[in-house]
């Protein structure tokens, strides 16, 4: 009973002690992250860091940018991974083989169960690969099937065993047989290595080589040396917490140390000489409890297989963190080791605990509130508190100021039993009287805040307000009063003040500025503000000078500081850190960096405190790959292109996605690519964390694209290139543009054809329409002249109808006279002489000659009239046409009775009996249709 108790009393101690210590950087990958199932099996990793997991989904595959998962031939679980060169092997329910990566970037599935010499057992799962020499073995629970690299061939063993698991060890493979102990492989058969009853009846779940002798751990967290056929347990300090345990899988890492994987209750690493280093479970970091996998990478990085999620451990970073989960001890603001234990202060009180000890920090009585400083002299602690200062001695404190807010303690140069303290309202002294620290006195004449101050004589002194500015004070010899004040104007604000090689320092958002006692003033310091502020990452907040001349501030990006070389040339070293790093520290202007022991120092944080080994930092070599290209149409899915091919893409697949990465697995170093694509521009892109970039739209042409990335601050050894071609479209490549010439020509050709056809016709149709015009204006001419000599044969015929009508009526009058004078002759006295006048009278009234001459005046005049008159109505008499004649001349019917001497009367009836024998209607008139004739 007493035994269980103090065991008990051991393991709650060692747990309470486990939750003070401080863990490497832990990395979490959840099932959501990767996409895959829970369990994660076996790991393993290819000379090019990709990182290969088995998955209850299929094979996972990491590249530090992205994951992919594989499923098995059958969907079953993958539960061993082995990488050899170029192939992964793994092994699963029913099947095992290798995949290898085609063209794409993509891996592709060759099984080997087909080349086995005898089929596979019912129900056989594949839980260990191993890799030896030309060699490859696939174990299951009752068969280690031997596959040669070379001749492809296969050897089988039957081996029964609770654990399917094989141990590489000095090139010699080691396997437990249930109920007969521990078998070596050798020329392709098992030898009994030892039947010891602890290996009939345990499990071993590991073999090493240590101090020249094997080594073997069994599930119940003991070890066991074979030495000379003998086993010899291993007692180490650690055993007693390990018993508790039950151990699923371990590793013997680099540095010799082991790194055990349990059931329930994370890993523990245990160093040579199985010394406990650390512990982690899911309470300080891990996504389980349950550990089915250890592996060590290249980079010394510790990867854990869990029941539920994948973890990465930084083993070997520089930082190690501890973090007040439970807000125990809240903001740290300064550290100290003191008599071999590491005192920290915080906005909370004073904690300890002895240094370089996983013991939990234990609180310092009446030091609750804030901590602002922690300083040794003379063998003694002093810590600097809100509510004044207190000596530190045996886990006590004693208040020995009651002067509050004691921000900063610094000892006289020339009086080592007097201390200055910095205040709240001003500067004080403590004395050592007797051995004993006490308070002395406040300095009279000052009163202003005095976070930061720095001697520069005997009884002169520095002083910087952040906000105020710096102020100069002489102190009398006594420090009791001052004795001269003088104020620097202000150049800058959040600013602090620090001695550094000799110097003081006032740092402030213009810059570094050195005081000068022969001037007495500040000048800048060009080459070290150049250096913190004058970059990309410049530096914030306060500047903390250590004790073996290193200057350090923070950055957005990196943890800073300034060394000295042999040459004493200042160099600035960055130290990368994650991006949340920054916003863990204190808060900006308190920040606090206290340098440990050798090249350790520790970080105050808002939630703890980090600590850096210097040591520790390695400078390492990375590449970057080209992972995957896709090429993709408008609107179409994406289609993955060869990674090792220059394709000529069409003009329609011009939307390329590239993604790249850089396999490496450090918390603390962000990864930055920058990218070009020549052809498009010459100019590199911002660096950035994105591991993908689209190039969309592309137009046709030649491109190249060049990827490069940064680690840290660490350059890429390497930058990557593709080369590919976007063709032109079909009518915009060489022969589209000559037959665009051969049609252009054909075109010309053509279209000079039409004009000339068109301008031929245009001439003719000119020439056609001139001699129309011509033909037109000499028709108008003969026209005009027609006329002209229509009107001048007009005038003539009216001319010859006036002769005609004058010798008409001369006729008329004539034949009027002569009737006359026929009447008056009758009517004298008869005679023969009378009687021959009247003859001859009336013979010249019926003489014909006269209508003769008028007809032929008629015809000349009105050409044809009489002629035409006859053909439309023949069977006019002469008489008839004589008196139509006369009707043409618009004569009356009395003028014609007497050309033709007759009576009117007589006229009237000839032109009755002319109309009837003409058959003229009675609404048309004779004399118009005789002059329509």
């Known amino acids: 009973m007493k035994s269980f108790r103090k065991s008990f009393l051991l393991f709650v101690l060692i747990s309470l002690a486990l939750n003070a210590q401080e863990l490497p950087p832990i990395v979490n990958y ?103 020499d030309n060699y490859v073995l696939f174990q299951s629970l009752n068969r280690i099937y031997i596959y040669n690299l070379i001749d492809e061939s296969f050897k089988v063993l039957d081996v029964i065993s609770k654990r399917a698991v094989l141990f590489k060890v000095r090139n010699n493979v080691y396997f437990q047989e249930s109920d007969k102990g521990i078998y070596k492989i050798e020329n392709g058969k098992a030898t009994l290595v030892s039947n010891e009853l602890v290996f009939k009846n345990k499990v071993v779940v590991g073999v090493f080589f240590k101090n020249k002798k094997l080594l073997f751990l069994t599930e119940e967290g003991k070890f066991y040396f074979l030495e000379n056929e003998k086993i010899i347990e291993w007692n180490i300090d650690a055993s007693q ?4 345990k ?15 994987g349990t059931i329930a209750d994370g890993i523990y690493h245990i160093n040579a000489d199985g010394e406990l280093i650390q512990s982690i479970n899911k309470e300080k970091g891990l996504l389980n409890n349950t550990v089915l996998s250890v592996f060590e990478d290249h980079d010394n990085n510790v990867w854990l297989g869990l029941d539920n999620g994948l973890n990465i451990i930084n083993i070997d970073s520089p930082f190690k963190y501890f973090n007040d989960t439970k807000g125990k001890i809240g903001s740290v603001y300064s550290s100290i080791i003191f008599r071999d234990n590491l005192f920290i202060g915080t906005n909370q009180g004073l904690f300890f605990k002895p240094y370089n000890s996983n013991e939990e920090l234990k609180f310092i009585e009446n030091t609750k509130g804030q901590v602002w400083c922690l300083k040794s002299f003379d063998n003694t602690l002093l810590c600097g508190h809100n509510e004044g200062t207190f000596i530190i001695e045996n886990e006590k404190a004693i208040k020995i100021s009651e002067f509050s807010g004691t921000w900063d303690i610094k000892q006289f140069s020339g009086n080592p039993n007097l201390l200055l303290q910095g205040n709240y309202n001003g500067i004080s002294v403590l004395e050592k009287a007797n051995g004993n620290w006490k308070f002395r006195n406040k300095v ?39 004795d001269d004040l003088f104020k620097f104007d202000q150049f800058g604000v959040r600013s602090s003040l620090f001695a550094y090689r ?125 992972t995957s290209l896709y090429k993709q149409e408008l609107d179409a899915k994406k289609e ?5 091919e220059s394709p000529a893409l069409s003009f329609t697949e011009n939307n390329l996605y590239f993604e790249y990465s850089v396999p490496q697995f450090d918390k603390n170093l962000e990864i930055k690519y920058k990218h070009r694509l020549k052809g498009l521009s010459n100019n590199w892109s911002n660096w950035d964390l994105s591991s993908n970039v689209n190039y969309n739209n592309l137009s046709p042409g030649a491109y190249t694209f060049e990827v490069k990335a940064m680690v840290g601050n660490t350059y890429s050894t390497n930058s990557v290139a593709y080369s590919f071609t976007i063709k032109k479209p079909w009518y915009l490549t060489n022969l589209a543009f000559v037959l665009y010439l051969i049609f252009l020509v054909l075109f010309v050709i053509i279209i000079h054809t039409i004009y000339k056809r068109y301008y031929t016709k245009q001439n003719e149709m000119l020439l056609r329409k001139n001699r129309q015009e011509k033909a037109l204006l ?28 004058i010798a008409a009526m001369s006729i008329i009058k004539k034949n009027e006279l002569l009737t006359t004078i026929k009447k008056e002759l009758q009517n004298i006295k008869m005679n023969a002489e009378v009687k021959t006048v009247i003859k001859k009278i009336e013979k010249n009234l019926s003489d014909n000659k006269d ?45 014609i009775a007497s050309l033709l001497n007759i009576s009117p009367r007589s006229v009237d009836i000839k032109r009755y009996r002319l109309r009837k024998k003409i058959n003229l209607p009675t609404k048309k008139g004779l004399v118009d249709y005789i002059l329509e004739v």
């Open 851 to 895: 209508w003769q001459l008028f007809e032929e005046a008629i015809n000349n005049v009105d050409t044809n009239f009489l002629k035409k008159l006859k053909e439309v109505h023949p069977n006019l008499t002469s008489n008839e046409l004589r008196l139509c004649a006369y009707l043409r001349l618009n004569l009356s019917s009395k003028e």
């Open 444 to 482: 009279k004449g000052f009163d202003i805040s005095s976070r930061y101050f720095e001697f520069i004589s005997e009884n002169e002194l520095l002083i910087n307000h952040e906000y105020i500015g710096v102020f100069k004070l002489k102190v009398n010899p006594e420090f009791y009063t001052i």
């Open 246 to 260: 039950s151990i699923y899988c371990s590793t013997m890492l680099s540095d010799d140390s082991f790194v055990l």
């Open 640 to 644: 993955q292109l060869s990674i090792h």
């Open 502 to 626: 000799n110097k003081v320092y006032h740092a402030s958002s213009t810059g570094l500025h050195k005081y000068n006692s022969l001037r007495n003033s500040f000048s800048k310091d060009t080459l070290l503000s150049n250096m913190l502020y004058k970059t990309s990452d410049p530096v914030k907040g306060n500047l903390i000078a250590d004790n073996v001349n290193r200057l350090w501030g923070f950055s957005d990006k990196n943890i800073v500081y300034i060394k000295y070389d042999a040459f004493n040339t200042a160099k600035r070293i960055d130290i990368p850190v994650e991006k949340s790093f920054r916003s863990r520290i204190s808060v900006s202007g308190f920040e606090s960096l206290n340098h440990l022991k050798d090249e350790k120092y520790l970080i105050a944080s808002t939630n703890g405190f980090t600590t850096l080994n210097i040591d520790k930092l390695m400078s390492n070599e990375y590449s970057i790959y080209i």
């Open 30 to 132: 959840s099932p959501k992250d990767y996409e895959g199932g829970n369990q994660n099996w076996k790991i393993d990793q290819s000379d090019s860091n990709y990182i290969y997991v088995g998955n209850n989904s299929g094979l996972l595959e990491y590249n530090g940018a992205n994951w992919k998962i594989y499923p098995s031939i059958n969907h079953s679980i993958i539960r061993s991974v082995q990488v050899i060169g170029e192939k992964i092997f793994t092994g699963c329910y029913m099947d095992f083989g290798f995949w290898k990566r085609n063209s794409f970037g993509n891996l592709t599935y060759t099984s080997l169960v087909e080349k086995l010499p005898e089929p596979l057992l019912d129900d056989e799962s594949f839980w260990n690969i191993l890799h030896v």
């Open 778 to 805: 000499e028709l108008e001419n003969t026209k005009a002249m027609i006329e002209f000599k229509n009107q001048t044969l007009q005038k003539g015929i009216e001319s010859k109808s006036k002769e005609l009508s």
């Open 241 to 244: 917490m390990l018993s508790s």
